[in-house]
């Protein structure tokens, strides 16, 4: 069984960074995908950017290319999310996902930007 928790949200300003954290425990497969997704309120979840995680290379959505770096350090089991230039339409809850299809995931973390 994977487990996944999500840390590092919180209240924050426009124009701050923040790096999210997902500590995942269990069985990690090496070819499983590993996703960073988002969803804000009245919104659909999207995703942010996904990697596999005995590989490491990063596909991210076209709106994530610029401000939004997903990175894993595959000796603490943590996968990151770092945020930069924070925007008020970056508010939502943010999650973690992994597997075949990411079929586990955290409870999320939710992200504040005030203007």
């Known amino acids: 069984q994977v487990q996944l928790v999500e840390s590092g949200g919180g209240l924050v300003q426009a124009g701050d960074s923040l790096r999210l954290s997902c500590l995942i425990s269990g069985h990690i497969a090496s070819y499983y995908r590993m996703g960073w997704f988002r969803q804000a309120p009245g919104k659909e979840r999207e995703l942010i950017g996904s990697?596999?995680?005995?590989?490491?290379?990063?596909d991210y959505a076209d709106y994530a290319k610029e401000r939004f770096t997903v990175s894993r350090d595959t000796a603490k089991n943590t996968m990151y999310l770092q945020i930069d230039s924070l925007e008020p339409d970056d508010t939502a809850v943010y999650y973690c996902?992994?597997?075949?299809?990411?079929?586990?995931w955290g409870p999320g973390t939710q992200v504040t930007v005030s203007s």
């Open positions: 996902a992994a597997g075949m299809s990411y079929e586990y």
């Open positions: 990697t596999i995680w005995a590989v490491g290379n990063v």
